[in-house]
């Protein structure tokens, strides 16, 4: 049985969550994806699917996920870190977009 399977007959099942549970070393192998101390387990916290959107869908009441794009984008992070580049918003406005770099 899996869940999300039809029920068939409600009084003898129940739908339930199912959870993939896997190894620390098979989680340290995955790419995009930080492990984290939870609850005395670790979580494998995991990027978003990528999105590709037009810098000018930014503004003031629809902030740039910036903390997602430097994640998703380790030269870009270092770019900014070393004070090559002002922030990874610019470099989406800028370079980003046009080299269809997800967010």
Not at 65 to 90: I, K, N, T
Request: proline share 10%; glycine share 8%; charged share 25%.
């Amino acid at each position: 049985m899996h869940g999300g399977s039809e029920i068939g007959d409600p009084t003898k099942t129940r739908r339930s969550l199912v959870c993939h549970y896997f190894t620390e070393a098979d989680c340290r192998k995955q790419k995009d994806s930080h492990l984290e101390e939870l609850n005395g387990a670790l979580w494998l916290n995991r990027l978003p699917p990528p999105v590709y959107t037009a810098p000018e869908r930014f503004g003031p009441d629809r902030p740039f996920p910036e903390e997602l794009y430097l994640r998703r984008h380790s030269d870009v992070r270092a770019a900014v870190a070393g004070g090559a580049m002002p922030s990874g918003f610019h470099h989406y406005q800028h370079y980003g977009f046009a080299e269809k770099r997800p967010i």
